[in-house]
């Protein structure tokens, strides 16, 4: 899973049409809904800490786990300007190991769907469930099978901007859920020179049937699918669904 490696130095300037604070708002109205407004939380897959930073300022206490040194570098770099007490953990998600155990955990931005292998995510949910409080929440986002093949798969994203531009590529295989992404991004360095890296990213569409299957097979109470950060239920044509799940027993 090491992606993001180049691409961690822009990654927040092109990511910046994600709602964050409204999506912060939905987590913490969702774990108000169940009880939980304080106490520790685990930012699974946290990147640079855009959401693992604003959670914080909403009165918890923040873990950020990532596989990636070059996103939590700039992680900690903000956590330091805003003088929060996030702790930030370099770890793969899919093996990840905590103190104790945490009130809730997050994980958001499809990093569910950078687990590849079902018998990886079944692992990943298994460690949610052993780190969880009793009673825990988890909440999380994955991009559904629908999006990568019917709605950007075979498909061609390109921004260009003045100090970076990107070109992305994406081809779905129907048969194995996979989605690959080839990343070309163009950074200024000075003047009119631009650097050019390149990156490829592999994701899996999951069926929200199968993601509450795996939620079983993990000790996780499924509790419900929400389209998107929305309140309205997760669709057959969703593209992001959101899951929320309770520890209920190691």
Known sequence: MKTYE???RVYDELMDNVPYEAWAEFLQERLREYGITDGL?????CGTGRMTTLMAGRGFDLIGVDSSMDMLQIARERGSEKADSCLYLLQDMREFELYGTVRSVISVCDSINYVTEEEDLLHVFSLVNNYLDPGGIFLFD??????YRDVVGESVIAEDRDDVSFIWYNE???EEHLNYIDLSVFVQEKDDLFRKFQEQHVQKGYT??????LLKGAGL???KAYDGYTMEPAREDSERIVVAAREQGK
């Not at 994955?142 to 999006?147: D, I, L």
């Not at 929200?208 to 299957?213: A, G, K, M, P, S």
């Open 208 to 213: 929200l049937e199968r993601i509450c299957q």
């Open 41 to 45: 939380m685990l930012d699974l897959a």
């Open 172 to 174: 779905y295989d129907e």
């Open 221 to 223: 109470l499924f509790l």
């Open 6 to 8: 180049n691409f961690a």
């Open 142 to 147: 994955f991009n559904t099978e629908h999006k």
